[in-house]
């Protein structure tokens, strides 16, 4: 049934993020050169948490995932908007882009969910540091990523699922830089409130539902760090957490902006700028903000850096 829904339309055209000839070559480089530092910045990130073996504990596990999702999920998208800015037709195939939707669902939806398991590994860290080795023990974390890659599938079936029942007429033209439900969504024939709700049901358990054990975890952490008198103590504290901070409030501040906001209150123009946050420079930006912010990455670093220059 599927297949004949969307047998009218084989592929698929990204307009872009702009349609002028000036801007194309150094938009090109620019996030030309964003990809390269989310690339090396990852990757290095990666491996300098498996070299390092006091690096071995719960907060850096959770790490490396997040960098392993921003930088598959950058490698889904990126080098195709590259593509675009140096060729006259940006198209994609009906599964390319099935393809490219459903692999940034995933990663979307796993980032979301490993931002909220990382929270709660500093919720017992700081409040309960007595437990933590027991509470945050190797089964407990592999099953916490388990839990984060099963709701990266749940919400990526989830959308790919709406689009099951979705007739393609025969506009192809994608409003986008990539192939995202809202602007595939405005090219059906027949999609509805009904698509339009179940969009914003599975956004809001892939935003809402991480952003409430964050805000929870982070209560109950501001809380039992104000209760700590000593000024070291209370920095030492801060500084844990932070970097992360910082991450959640751009991820989630950006993808709510895109998603949960009215399409009349949010043209598809100033969405592709809004997405880029998360798509582009929430992936670049999470290795620098957590390696210049962290002691112990910095250490790290010094350590491989030092032995290199030594051998």
Same mark, same amino acid.
């Given at each position: 049934?599927?297949?004949? /829904?969307?047998?009218?339309?084989?592929?698929?055209?990204?307009? *872009?993020?702009?349609?002028?000839?000036?801007?194309?070559?150094?938009?090109?480089?620019?996030?030309?050169?964003?990809?390269?530092?989310?690339?090396? %910045?990852?990757?290095?990130?990666?491996?300098?948490?498996?070299?390092?073996?006091?690096?071995?504990?719960?907060?850096?596990?959770?790490?490396?995932?997040?960098?392993?999702?921003?930088?598959?999920?950058?490698?889904?998208?990126?080098?195709?908007?590259?593509?675009?800015?140096?060729?006259? &037709? /940006? $198209?994609?195939?009906? &599964? %390319?882009?099935?393809?490219?939707?459903?692999?940034?669902?995933?990663?979307?939806?796993?980032?979301?969910?490993?931002?909220?398991?990382?929270?709660?590994?500093?919720?017992?860290?700081?409040?309960?540091?007595?437990?933590?080795?027991?509470?945050?023990?190797?089964?407990?974390?592999?099953?916490?990523?388990?839990?984060?890659?099963?709701?990266?599938?749940?919400?990526?079936?989830?959308?790919? *699922?709406?689009?099951?029942?979705?007739?393609?007429?025969?506009?192809? =033209?994608?409003?986008?830089?990539?192939?995202?439900?809202?602007?595939?969504?405005?090219?059906?024939? /027949?999609?509805?409130?009904?698509?339009?709700?179940?969009?914003?049901?599975?956004?809001?358990?892939? $935003? %809402?539902?991480?952003?409430? /054990?964050?805000?929870?975890?982070?209560? +109950?952490?501001?809380?039992?760090?104000?209760?700590?008198?000593?000024?070291? *103590?209370?920095?030492?504290?801060?500084?844990?957490?932070?970097?992360?901070?910082?991450?959640?409030?751009?991820?989630?501040?950006?993808?709510?902006?895109?998603?949960?906001?009215?399409?009349? =209150?949010?043209?598809?123009?100033?969405?592709?700028?809004?997405?880029?946050?998360?798509?582009?420079?929430?992936?670049?930006?999470?290795?620098?903000?957590?390696?210049?912010?962290?002691?112990?990455?910095? +250490?790290?670093? &010094?350590? $491989?850096?030092? &032995?290199?220059? +030594?051998?």
């Amino acid at each position: 049934m599927a297949a004949d /829904n969307t047998s009218s339309v084989t592929e698929f055209i990204l307009t *872009g993020l702009t349609d002028q000839p000036g801007l194309q070559m150094p938009l090109f480089f620019l996030f030309l050169a964003f990809y390269v530092i989310t690339v090396v %910045g990852n990757l290095g990130l990666i491996t300098l948490i498996g070299l390092n073996s006091h690096l071995h504990i719960p907060m850096y596990f959770f790490l490396l995932n997040l960098s392993f999702i921003d930088f598959s999920y950058s490698t889904t998208l990126i080098p195709k908007m590259l593509m675009g800015f140096v060729s006259k &037709k /940006n $198209i994609i195939s009906y &599964k %390319g882009c099935m393809t490219q939707f459903f692999l940034f669902c995933f990663f979307v939806f796993s980032e979301s969910y490993i931002l909220s398991a990382m929270a709660y590994d500093r919720y017992v860290a700081i409040c309960k540091p007595l437990v933590y080795t027991v509470t945050m023990s190797p089964q407990v974390c592999l099953l916490l990523l388990l839990g984060v890659y099963g709701m990266g599938v749940f919400g990526a079936v989830a959308h790919m *699922g709406n689009l099951m029942f979705v007739t393609f007429c025969a506009n192809n =033209l994608v409003n986008h830089y990539m192939c995202d439900i809202l602007p595939l969504l405005e090219l059906s024939c /027949n999609s509805s409130y009904i698509n339009l709700l179940m969009v914003f049901i599975a956004v809001t358990i892939g $935003i %809402g539902v991480p952003i409430v /054990n964050i805000f929870t975890s982070y209560g +109950f952490i501001l809380s039992s760090t104000l209760h700590i008198r000593s000024t070291k *103590g209370k920095s030492k504290a801060f500084s844990t957490f932070s970097s992360h901070i910082i991450v959640v409030s751009l991820f989630f501040g950006s993808g709510a902006f895109m998603y949960l906001k009215p399409s009349s =209150l949010l043209p598809m123009n100033q969405g592709k700028v809004s997405s880029l946050f998360y798509t582009t420079v929430v992936p670049m930006l999470n290795p620098v903000i957590y390696s210049l912010r962290n002691k112990d990455v910095k +250490f790290a670093l &010094k350590k $491989i850096l030092g &032995k290199k220059s +030594f051998s």
